[in-house]
């Protein structure tokens, strides 16, 4: 079983930045695979970035490579989404998952665990 409470949005002009948190708990962290999903209104759920929680090995999507990192910090058993240089269309609810694997799916329907979710509004 996994709980996930994710945290951090909120309301930001055009190229700003934001960072997202996700409280993991967790029994074990062994074949863990941590992902941050969105929404945009009308539009399917997809992935942005995710973390394989024994390695560290991370993965982006490509649309968000350069600008989004990923980090876990075990100690306070956290998944943060750092954020920068935000677009309008990247509005949307942000959600952290788990799921168990060998290693990190792409697909929403792959994940087991999901938070209840966090807004991110882009304006102008």
């Known amino acids: 079983q996994v709980e996930l409470v994710d945290s951090g949005g909120g309301s930001i002009q055009a190229g700003g930045s934001l960072r997202l948190s996700c409280v993991v708990s967790?029994?074990?962290?062994?074949?863990?695979?941590l992902g941050w999903f969105r929404q945009s209104p009308g539009k399917e759920r997809e992935g942005v970035a995710f973390?394989?929680?024994?390695?560290?090995?991370?993965s982006y999507a490509d649309s968000v490579k350069g600008r989004f990192g990923i980090s876990q910090d075990n100690v306070n058993n956290t998944v943060l989404l750092q954020m920068t240089n935000l677009q309008i269309e990247e509005t949307g609810m942000y959600y952290c998952?788990?799921?168990?694997?060998?290693?990190?799916?792409?697909?929403?329907?792959?994940?087991?665990?999901w938070g209840q979710g966090t807004q991110v509004t882009v304006s102008p």
């Open positions: 998952a788990a799921h168990r694997g060998f290693n990190c799916k792409w697909r929403p329907k792959d994940y087991s665990w």
């Open positions: 973390i394989y929680a024994e390695s560290g090995d991370t």
């Open positions: 967790v029994y074990t962290y062994k074949n863990l695979c």
